[in-house]
Nanobody, 116 residues
Framework: QVQLVESGGGLVQAGGSLRLSCAAS????????MGWFRQAPGKEREFVAE???????RYAASIEGRFTISRDIAKNTFYLQMNSLKPDDTAVYYC??????????WGQGTQVTVSS
């Protein structure tokens, strides 16, 4: 059974940092494309970052240079380090995993709130 569990969200002031974690079970983060998405109130879910099973990494333009996606194969966990946070980054953040080229597995989400 595939399961993704996020943690690390919270309240932070603008300019601060948070690191989100996504612990995976039932599959290997080293063999699948893993990604982060977010959904702000009243808006659609949007792509944030992804890493494929090799070293290819892609970021949304709105967060590039501030966020970093990484993984720990030994812990079967991947991360999103978020620096220089802005109020516009406030959202529920979701981790997700691909199968067959599509994101089919999703975590429950973790709230990130950035105060001005």
């Amino acid at each position: 059974q595939v399961q993704l569990v996020e943690s690390g969200g919270g309240l932070v002031q603008a300019g601060g940092s948070l690191r989100l974690s996504c612990a995976a079970s039932g599959f290997s983060v080293s063999r699948n494309t893993m990604g982060w998405f977010r959904q702000a109130p009243g808006k659609e879910r949007e792509f944030v970052a992804e890493r494929n099973w090799t070293t290819v990494i892609r970021y949304a333009a709105s967060i590039e240079g501030r966020f970093t996606i990484s993984r720990d194969i030994a812990k079967n966990t991947f991360y999103l380090q978020m620096n220089s946070l802005k109020p516009d980054d406030t959202a529920v953040y979701y981790c997700a995993a691909q199968q067959g080229g599509k994101y089919v597995y999703w975590g429950q989400g973790t709230q990130v709130t950035v105060s001005s």
